[in-house]
């Protein structure tokens, strides 16, 4: 799993974003991985949330509505470099925590997230 998947997973039960990433076991690749193309309102890959850096690109206002922050300002805390960086590593073991309900974990087992609470594994494996 890459860091950038972070960006886009939210807890399956209550729907919060970002989860929190526990980091168990890493990898860094050998080859250099090319970067997919940035967001051009970002200028980096990630749209909504950089957890390379621990960094929001994104402000939610009061009404809830989203509005990203200033290219400028997004290039103090995260540049294309740190997605190039951020890219040549594999998350192979760890845990995925909502941030509202820590009771909602999920592992991510041989660098797959296992995005299903202990009820749906329960009644799929048995």
């Known amino acids: 799993m890459k860091y950038r998947l972070m960006d886009l997973l939210a807890c399956p039960v209550d729907k ?4 929190k990433l526990e980091i168990e076991e890493k990898e860094t690749e050998s080859e250099k991985i090319p970067i ?3 967001n051009p309102l970002t200028n ?3 749209s909504y949330y950089c957890d390379y850096k621990k960094y929001y690109l994104i402000n939610v206002k009061e ?3 989203e509005e990203v922050k200033a290219i400028d300002e997004i290039e103090k805390h995260v540049s294309k ?3 190039e960086n951020c ?3 594999e998350i192979k073991k ?3 925590y909502c941030s509202e309900n820590e009771e909602h974990v999920y592992d991510i087992k ?7 609470t202990p009820q749906q594994i329960k009644e799929l494996y048995g």
């Open 110 to 116: 041989e660098g797959i997230p296992v995005m299903l």
């Open 36 to 38: 997919p193309m940035e």
């Open 44 to 46: 980096v890959v990630c």
């Open 94 to 96: 760890g845990k995925l």
């Open 87 to 89: 890219f040549q590593i």
């Open 63 to 65: 009404d809830l509505t």
């Open 81 to 83: 470099k740190d997605c």
């Open 16 to 19: 919060t974003w970002p989860l």
